[in-house]
């Protein structure tokens, strides 16, 4: 079955960086595009940052475009989220989502994971 | 960016009821060349991540019991729970994946009366 295990939250203070993973299992990774999907505290669903089965091609949110970066690594069926200057505004469980070929919509999600920007 | 509004904020319903959830879109999400709306709602309860119910405005995802339906087209969608169950409270969001920014309503939270 399809698996999304997400790892890398942690607290960090303003201004900091923080590498998120994801790890994929039960599908074949390379087909997909995957996205970050993030949740505030108390809040609803901010959509991140996507990008394609090859790694080819990104597109990321205006609130973290210049700041954050999404990779992949098809080969250890890993997806990737390279956070920089972080702001309190960033804090939120970060999770990670599976679309489908010819829709950007999110099939599977994993559990997530919390950053927490504090100084 | 595409607004996803939501109405109302807050359900409250009997069980065994129906409960009806509002989606509005600040843009057509119908994509012509192929006919579908580009709209999705999912589900959400506490310290769970989102479930996928809903895809192409009207399509059920699948193990999603067929008690949940969808509707609409263009800008206004609708999500539907006939028979209302106990486990059916959550917070219900809708998503359009029309283009980048992909964006969500900002959610609806059901009750049980």
């Known amino acids: 079955q399809v698996q999304l295990v997400e790892s890398g939250g942690d607290v960090v203070k303003p201004g900091g960086s923080l590498r998120l993973s994801c790890a994929g299992s039960?599908?074949?990774?390379?087909?997909?595009?995957m996205s970050w999907i993030r949740q505030a505290p108390g809040e609803g669903l901010e959509w991140v940052s996507y990008?394609?089965?090859?790694?080819?091609?990104?597109s990321y949110a205006d609130s973290v475009k210049g700041r954050f970066t999404i990779s992949r690594d098809n080969a250890k069926n890993s997806l990737y989220l390279e956070m920089n200057s972080l702001t309190a505004e960033d804090t939120a469980v970060y999770y990670c989502a599976r679309g489908v070929p010819g829709g950007h919509y999110f099939q599977y999600w994993g559990q997530g994971t919390l950053v927490t920007v504090s100084a | 960016d595409i607004v996803m509004t939501q109405s109302p904020d807050s359900l409250t319903v009997s069980l065994g009821e129906r409960a009806t959830f509002n989606c509005k879109s600040s843009?057509?999400?119908?994509?012509?060349?192929?006919?579908?709306?580009?709209l999705a709602w999912y589900q959400q309860k506490p310290g769970q991540p989102p479930r996928l119910l809903i895809y192409w405005a009207s399509t059920r995802d699948s193990g999603v019991p067929d008690r949940f339906s969808g509707s609409g087209s263009g800008t206004d969608f609708t999500l539907t729970i006939d028979n209302l169950q106990a486990e059916d409270v959550a917070v219900y969001y809708c998503h359009q994946y029309f283009n980048t920014p992909y964006t969500f309503g900002q959610g609806t939270k059901l009750e049980i009366k």
């Open positions: 843009q057509n999400l119908l994509y012509r060349s192929n006919n579908k709306e580009y």
């Open positions: 990008i394609n089965g090859t790694g080819s091609f990104t």
């Open positions: 039960g599908f074949l990774f390379s087909d997909y595009y």
